[in-house]
C-alpha cells in the first residue's frame, strides 16, 4: 500500500511538472453516445435491468463517488474520495457481468453531485496540490477496483475561485487518462452563473482533456418548449466550442424540455443539422418505475443516427 502511495506521488509530481507543456490528448473515439447515472437513489436498481440496445455507446455513471465523510454531519476530505451509489446491488462483479454481455457497455464513475447526507457537496480543496494527489490516489483505486472507463465531473457547489477549480480537475483528467486509469472524461455542468463560471474556467483550460459535455438541460425551468430548447443549446455550444454538448432530460418530473412535450422532435432536429451526439438520462433509478420506457426511445432514435 505504501509503495503504491509512493508511486502515485511520484507521477503526481510529473503531471505537475510537465502538465504545462501538454496542449492536446489523443482521445478514443467519440461516437454517438446514450449515457445514464445509476445508483444515487438507493431504489435497488441494477444494471441488468436497463435495457441496452446493441447499436449505441452505453455508459452507465455511478452516481456518486464523493470527497466527503460518510457521518451525520458530513466534513469535506480534500480529495479523499468515498463510494456513495448503492454497492449492493452495483459492484465489480456486476460491472464485470453486463460489460461480458454487452461489449458496447461502458462504465464510469461521477464525482460530487448535489449533496451529501443532506450538505451540500461542495467543492473544498485544502491546496491544489494536496487534492490532486489525494484525488488520484483515491479515484485510481476505486476505478482499479470497478474496472471503471469513464469519469464524469458533477460538482454543483464551490467555495473556491473558479481557476482553482479548474487547475485541481484539470489535472486530474490529465493524469486519469495520460496513464490510461480511464478512457473517457465528462462535466456535467448546467445553467446557472455561479456553476458555469466554474466549468467554463476548466473547458477554457482543459476542454482538450474533455469527451462530453453533460448538459443538464433539464435543469432549465419546467415547461420549455422546443424553440426555446434549441436556443439553449445552441448558447451552450458557443459556451463550450468544439464540445460534444449532450442533450438531457430527467424521468423524475423535473424541469426542461420533457419527452412529452417534445424533446425526441427537439433531437431529431438536431440530428438533421449535424448536432446530436447523444443523449443522457437523470436517472435510472427513477426510471424504473416507467419501465425505463425513454431509455428505449432515447436509444432508438440514437440507434437510428448511426
Excluded at 135 to 152: P, R
Aim: glycine share 6%; charged share 15%; net charge neutral.
Amino acid at each position: 500500500m505504501e509503495f503504491f502511495k509512493f508511486c502515485v506521488s511520484l507521477l503526481v509530481l510529473q503531471t505537475l511538472l510537465t502538465i504545462s507543456r501538454i496542449t492536446a490528448t489523443v482521445s478514443p473515439s467519440c461516437p454517438v453516445v446514450f449515457r445514464e447515472y445509476i445508483g444515487a437513489l438507493g431504489k435497488n436498481v441494477t444494471f441488468s435491468d436497463v435495457p441496452i440496445n446493441p447499436n449505441v455507446e452505453f455508459h452507465f455513471l455511478l452516481s456518486f463517488a464523493i470527497d466527503y465523510t460518510n457521518t451525520i454531519s458530513p466534513e469535506p476530505t480534500n480529495g479523499d474520495f468515498l463510494i456513495y451509489w448503492d454497492t449492493d446491488n452495483l459492484t465489480p462483479s456486476h460491472i464485470s457481468f453486463i460489460k461480458a454481455k454487452h461489449k458496447n457497455v461502458r462504465v464510469g464513475m461521477s464525482l460530487g453531485g448535489d449533496t451529501v447526507n443532506g450538505k451540500n457537496a461542495t467543492f473544498a480543496p485544502t491546496s491544489i496540490t494536496s487534492w490532486v494527489r489525494n484525488a488520484i490516489y483515491s479515484i485510481t483505486k476505486i476505478a482499479k477496483e470497478y474496472n471503471l472507463d469513464a469519469i464524469d465531473i458533477d460538482y454543483e457547489h464551490f467555495n473556491v475561485d473558479p481557476d482553482t477549480f479548474a487547475e485541481c480537475i484539470g489535472r486530474l483528467l490529465y493524469f486519469l487518462k495520460q496513464n490510461n486509469v480511464i478512457s473517457y472524461t465528462s462535466i456535467a455542468p448546467y445553467a446557472d452563473d455561479s456553476v458555469q463560471v466554474h466549468y467554463l474556467a476548466l473547458w477554457r483550460k482543459y476542454g482538450h482533456l474533455i469527451d462530453y459535455v453533460n448538459f443538464q438541460f433539464y435543469a432549465y425551468a419546467k415547461g420549455t418548449i422546443i424553440p426555446q430548447f434549441l436556443q439553449y443549446f445552441e448558447t451552450q455550444r458557443c459556451n463550450y466550442k468544439g464540445g460534444k454538448i449532450l442533450v438531457s432530460f430527467g424521468t423524475n418530473n423535473i424541469g426542461g424540455l420533457s419527452p412529452e412535450h417534445g424533446f425526441f422532435d427537439a433531437c431529431t432536429i438536431l440530428r438533421s443539422q449535424g448536432k446530436l451526439h447523444g443523449i443522457f438520462i437523470w436517472s435510472a433509478d427513477d426510471s424504473m418505475k416507467d419501465h425505463f420506457r425513454y431509455e428505449k426511445l432515447s436509444q432508438n432514435l440514437l440507434a437510428s443516427a448511426t
